[in-house]
Antibody, heavy 115, light 107 residues
């Protein structure tokens, strides 16, 4: 069974940093591209970043480019999102999802940016 | 960036109704369109990929059609458990973009 479990969220002050993790199981992690998507409270979905299976290709939304870094450790079956210079508008539920079509999603981890 | 426009924003329908949701892209996205169902408090679930391919385990009352810029998700006979918000996603070109969603309620 494919499982994606996010962790690392919490309350953080504006301008600070936070690193999210997504532990994958039930499939060969190193064979799949992965993604981060976020959803602000009561709002729609926003694609944040994507990384190819071997980390050769990485893409970001303009809203996070230069502040967020997506990475992966295929030996640990883990996807990461390093978030710096956090803003109040980054407050959201952050999901990791597999493949370009986002065929499996984690349950999400909440990030709240507030002083 | 490619804009994805979903319509309607809200839809109220009765059990057994045939329901059609629309998603229009601001430019050609070929077949790279996916549909998701999100129930309250849950993560989104993939229903349809590549515009018309049914994801494993999804009931056959769900179907997708379209290519290029105009796409449709159809529920052939609405069930109570279909109450949810439905989103489309284009992944033809970066940045990937979602539609704003259609909230489906029971009449």
């Amino acid at each position: 069974e494919v499982q994606l479990v996010e962790s690392g969220g919490g309350l953080v002050q504006p301008g600070r940093s936070l690193k999210l993790s997504c532990l994958a199981s039930g499939f060969t992690f190193s064979n799949y591209g992965m993604n981060w998507i976020r959803q602000a409270p009561g709002k729609g979905l926003e694609w944040v970043a994507s990384i190819s299976s071997s980390s050769s290709y990485i893409y970001y939304a303009d809203t996070v480019k230069g502040r967020f870094t997506i990475s992966r450790d295929n030996a640990k079956n883990t996807l990461y999102l390093q978030m710096t210079s956090l803003r109040s508008e980054d407050t959201a539920l952050y999901y990791c999802a597999r493949r370009a079509a986002l065929d499996y999603w984690g349950q999400g981890v909440m990030v709240t940016v507030s002083s | 960036d490619i804009q994805m426009t979903q319509s309607p924003s809200f839809l109220s329908a009765s059990v057994g109704d045939r329901v059609t949701l629309s998603c229009k892209a601001s430019q050609n996205i070929n077949k790279y369109l996916a549909w998701y169902q999100q129930k309250l408090g849950e993560a989104p679930k993939l229903l349809i990929y590549n515009a018309n391919s049914l994801q494993t385990g999804i009931p056959s009352r769900f179907s997708g059609s379209g290519s290029g810029t105009d796409f449709t998700l159809t529920i052939s006979s609405l069930q109570p458990e279909d109450v949810a918000t439905y989103f489309c996603l284009q992944h033809n070109s970066w940045p990937n973009t979602f539609g704003a969603g259609t909230k489906l309620e029971l009449k």
